[in-house]
Structure formats: C-alpha cells, structure tokens
C-alpha cells in the first residue's frame, strides 16, 4: 500500500531501528511507548487487520510470534514476563491500518492495557 507508514518502513522507505528482520517480518520500537520494551512486529505483506488474513496466512502469523518470542529473548525480558498484543479495528484500538503485533514488557505491566 502506497500511503502505508508501515509498508514504507518495511521496505526501508523510512528509516527507523531494526530490532529483528526476515523474509516476512520485520519488528522496530514504537515511537510513542507504554512500557520500557514497546515492540512493533509487522508482516512485510500488506495486510490491514487481523480480520483480512486467510489460512494462507497461518505461517505469516507463526513467523510474527516466533520474532516477538527472539526479540523478548533478546531484549532479556523472557524470564520476567511480557505482553503480546494484537489491536483489531477500530473498536479495538488499532491506530495504524497495517496488521502489527505489540511485545511489551520490561516491568510489571497492569491487568488491562490502557485504552486509547
């Protein structure tokens, strides 16, 4: 998608630190951060919500989570816990009309995510 700001760092339009990158993901630090580790993990395909994916996405989905996972390893926050987190619309909170899932973590976060 063309106007897309994630599409743009995903193709490295926009420049901004890589924390993990593979052939179908690629995950930076969001620029406005809940916790001390707010990680946005993307799929590099174009996909606008979690309510656009088929079964041809399954692995794509797999390969988002299995990043978030090495990161949280990487970033030492394994041990202590972390949040993974998918916002779904509008209703749901998701500001950005690109698929992305959150990692946070790096101290004791609350029950329930603040709302938006």
Same mark, same amino acid.
């Given at each position: 998608?063309?106007? /897309?700001?994630? /599409?743009? $760092? ?7 630190? *890589?924390?993990?990158?593979?052939? %179908?993901?690629?995950?930076? @630090? ?8 707010? +990680?946005?993990? *993307?799929?590099?395909? =174009? *996909?606008?919500? +979690?309510?656009?994916?088929?079964? %041809? ?28 987190? #998918? @916002? +779904? ?6 500001? $950005?009309? =690109? ?8 101290? %004791? ?6 709302? #938006?």
């Amino acid at each position: 998608m063309k106007e /897309c700001i994630f /599409c743009k $760092i995903a193709n490295h339009q926009l420049t901004t630190e *890589i924390l993990f990158e593979n052939e %179908k993901v690629i995950a930076f @630090r969001d620029i406005n951060p809940i916790a001390p580790v707010h +990680v946005l993990v *993307i799929p590099k395909k =174009h *996909i606008s919500s +979690v309510t656009e994916i088929t079964e %041809k996405d399954i692995g794509l989905m797999g390969n988002l989570i299995m990043a978030a996972k090495k990161i949280a390893d990487d970033l030492k926050i394994s041990e202590s816990g972390y949040k993974l987190l #998918i @916002r +779904v619309g509008r209703h749901g909170g998701q500001e $950005i009309r =690109h698929l992305h899932l959150h990692l946070i973590g790096g101290a %004791k976060l609350a029950e329930n995510i603040r709302p #938006i």
